[in-house]
């Protein structure tokens, strides 16, 4: 059984930056990827980034891009989106998941999901 928990989440004003984690459990991720969605009120859930777990390669979407930072912590476990100068328009519940392929950007694929952390940028 896979288990995914996020954390990090919070509120911070416009400029900021928060770093969201993902402890990974249940099995060993060398063939996985890993990404970062988002989902805000109203809206479908979105693709922000992703990385191979083996071979460390990375993705991002292109609203993101240049702002926000996967990585991994093998030992732990865990995979971290750093996010800096953060809009309100960043604003929604990131969620992490994990799909035993490449990277994929269509949520639709993945499978397995976190519950998801909020985060809330203020203007």
């Known amino acids: 059984q896979v288990q995914l928990v996020e954390s990090g989440g919070g509120l911070v004003q416009a400029g900021g930056s928060l770093r969201l984690s993902c402890a990974a459990s249940?099995?060993?991720?060398?063939?996985?990827?890993m990404g970062w969605f988002r989902q805000a009120p109203g809206k479908e859930r979105e693709f922000v980034a992703g990385?191979?777990?083996?071979?460390?390669?990375?993705y991002y979407a292109d609203s993101v891009k240049g702002r926000f930072t996967i990585s991994r912590d093998n030992g732990r476990k865990t995979v971290y989106l750093q996010m800096n100068s953060l809009k309100p328009a960043d604003t929604a519940v990131y969620y992490c998941?994990?799909?035993?392929?490449?990277?994929?950007?269509?949520?639709?694929?993945?499978?397995?999901w976190g519950q998801g952390t909020q985060v809330t940028v203020s203007s």
């Open positions: 249940g099995r060993t991720f060398s063939s996985y990827a």
């Open positions: 990385r191979s777990w083996s071979d460390g390669r990375t």
């Open positions: 998941a994990a799909v035993k392929s490449t990277i994929k950007v269509a949520a639709l694929e993945y499978e397995y």
